[in-house]
């Protein structure tokens, strides 16, 4: 087991400003960081990260989303093509930073709908799409990790036994499967349950509370969750994903309105000691 806290709750592009936070982070005790690769511009940037992070000794995943016109199921072949690119891309900057897994809800683009549920077609086109991304991702030493949210941010995959179909369909060894606690506190009817229904898919798992403050002050069943992971063995990463007000576009985009913790460094605090407690 490996403990990780995500970057998003500080930036959405890592660079040497956040320097001080990795510091601390390694001396709570983490044992790794998911940086947010949004920016694709320069590879700078994610290479300076990378021997910031070796210095520190600290391992890392990394996240990312899918936009319109970067949508895997899009009828549009241009615009899956694109995806890939993107995906590839994306995967390029993890690379290096020497990132051992991608997540995200990367089958389809975060915020689009169609007014309907998913259709035959569009789960044809993103098993074909996120094939192709795992030839790219296997090439680079990296494995995706598909992640499904909740109804309100997506349509395409929004329970754990339709992502575990959707990666069984895609049927290669460097696309799997993440689970988040936030996105399942919404849409399953038992965290137990859920995990079990992709036991064999599952490769990475964010610790997130339903208001997305500290793990362990809300609703979520913790005891499900954990006991869920450790009954099918999982032994990836806990990762943390809060997210606050610091970045006014980040908040819009998670809707976070009000304080949902006293401070980041006391969450990652806290949610750290109350993993180890659990996992």
């Keep these: 087991m490996k403990i990780g806290m995500n970057l998003l709750l500080w930036t ?36 300076r990260l990378g021997k910031r992070l070796g210095s520190l000794g600290l391992t890392a995943t990394a996240v990312t989303v899918m936009g319109p016109e970067t949508n ?37 683009a975060i915020g689009v709908f169609s007014g309907e549920g998913p259709t035959d077609d569009e789960f044809k086109r993103g ?41 069984k369909a895609v049927n290669h060894p460097s696309c799997k499967m993440m689970y988040d606690s936030f996105h399942a506190h919404i849409e399953e009817k038992s965290q137990k349950g859920a995990i079990a229904a992709a036991a064999s898919e599952i490769i990475h798992a964010h610790v997130s509370e339903n208001d997305r403050g500290v793990p362990g002050t809300g609703q979520v069943d913790w005891e499900g969750y954990f006991g869920g992971l450790r009954s099918i ?12 007000r610091a970045l006014p576009p980040l908040a819009a985009a998670t809707k976070v309105w009000r304080d949902l913790f006293p401070d980041p460094m006391g969450l990652c605090r806290d949610g750290l000691a109350f993993i180890k407690a659990r996992a």
């Design 233 to 244: 063995g999982y032994e990836g990463y806990y990762t943390i994903e809060a997210f606050g």
């Design 127 to 167: 098993v074909e799409t996120l094939a192709r991304a795992a030839e790219k991702a296997q090439a680079r030493g990296i494995k995706l990790a598909i992640e499904y949210l909740n109804r309100f941010e997506i349509y395409f995959l929004t329970t754990a036994e339709q992502a575990s179909r959707f990666v």
């Design 72 to 108: 895997p199921i899009s009828p549009d072949a241009k615009i899956r093509d694109a995806a890939v690119a993107h995906l590839d891309r994306v995967l390029e900057c993890g690379q290096q930073f020497g990132c051992e897994i991608l997540c995200g809800p990367i089958h389809s």
């Design 12 to 47: 959405t592009h890592v660079t040497e400003a956040l320097d001080p936070v990795l510091e601390q982070i390694k001396a709570m005790g983490f044992d790794a960081v998911e940086v947010p690769i949004f920016d694709t511009a320069s590879l700078a940037p994610f290479e």
